[in-house]
């Protein structure tokens, strides 16, 4: 693991050396494609101005508030979808459809009803993580052995005992895993949600360098989004290891 991490580490640095190497023999204007040095200083630059900080916490607040709505509604409505069968093949199809709209064809319109603020960005973003939860926890809940149900039958076990017992050890790792999918997609949503209406975000400051024509601004900001991106994913793996080190829920699929 250490080998592979550290061989990932050269491959990076390789990468970095080659981009800034072939800027600077090129002599590739930093409007077309600024080398990593520049957009390093770049970087440190706004983050000592100052200039970098209103405008994270602001897609910070959509992504937590977004990620936090969608989980709920999409855990919990799977939960209850997956409870029956009939409910499940009468409501699928019009999530599906719900999901097939894309999300930036609804901003225009959620502006409209919920004017410029907070409200459209967070539950575009709430929008975009629904699915893959819902979606991780019908399919959890349902991944279970019918040798096992037999058994929990034959113990006459209620349907809570079933769920608790049986049915939510076998779903959580499906679940944790729309978890991960769903943290890296709120990110993608907020800025989607950003770039229609937005004074303020990471997204906004993307629209804002485009037209400015401030290429090293707009690499800052991609960087500064990927970190946030990776960063929530290995929040999601370490809540994930602490449940099942707490739990000694079986990961096993």
């Known amino acids: 693991m250490k080998k592979t991490r550290?061989?990932?580490?050269?491959?990076?640095?390789?990468?970095?050396?080659?981009?800034?190497?072939?800027?600077?023999?090129?002599?590739?204007?930093?409007?077309?494609?600024?080398?990593?040095?520049t957009i390093a200083a770049n970087l440190f630059q706004h983050f000592q101005s100052g200039y970098f900080y209103p405008h994270i916490i602001a897609t910070a607040f959509e992504?937590?508030?977004?990620?936090?709505?969608?989980?709920?509604?999409?855990?919990?409505?799977?939960?209850?979808?997956?409870?029956?069968?009939?409910t499940q093949e009468i409501l699928q199809p019009y999530i599906i459809a719900s999901q097939a709209m894309p999300k930036l064809a609804l901003a225009p319109l959620l502006v409209l009803w919920f004017g410029f603020g907070y409200t459209p960005k967070i539950i575009i973003v709430a929008l975009v993580c629904f699915f893959p939860l819902f979606e991780s926890t019908v399919t959890g809940l349902s991944h279970v052995s019918r040798e096992k149900l037999a058994l929990f039958q034959s113990l006459k076990a209620t349907r809570f005992q079933t769920l608790r017992k049986l049915r939510l050890p076998t779903a959580m790792p499906f679940i944790f895993s729309g978890l991960r999918v769903a943290?890296?997609?709120?990110?993608?949503?907020?800025?989607?949600?950003?770039?229609?209406?937005?004074?303020?975000?990471l997204g906004a400051l993307i629209i804002a360098s485009q037209g400015m024509l401030d290429t090293t601004l707009m690499f800052s900001v991609f960087i500064l989004l990927t970190v946030i991106g990776i960063l929530l994913y290995q929040l999601i793996?370490?809540?994930?290891?602490?449940?099942?080190?707490?739990?000694?829920?079986?990961?096993?699929?």
């Open 63 to 86: 992504v937590f508030g977004g990620f936090f709505i969608g989980a709920i509604l999409g855990i919990g409505l799977g939960f209850l979808v997956a409870q029956s069968k009939t």
């Open 6 to 37: 550290i061989f990932s580490f050269l491959l990076f640095i390789i990468m970095l050396i080659t981009w800034e190497f072939v800027v600077q023999v090129k002599g590739i204007s930093k409007i077309i494609l600024p080398a990593p040095t």
């Open 237 to 253: 793996n370490w809540v994930e290891a602490l449940f099942f080190k707490k739990y000694s829920y079986s990961r096993e699929k």
């Open 183 to 201: 943290v890296v997609l709120s990110v993608v949503g907020a800025v989607i949600s950003e770039f229609i209406g937005a004074n303020k975000g």
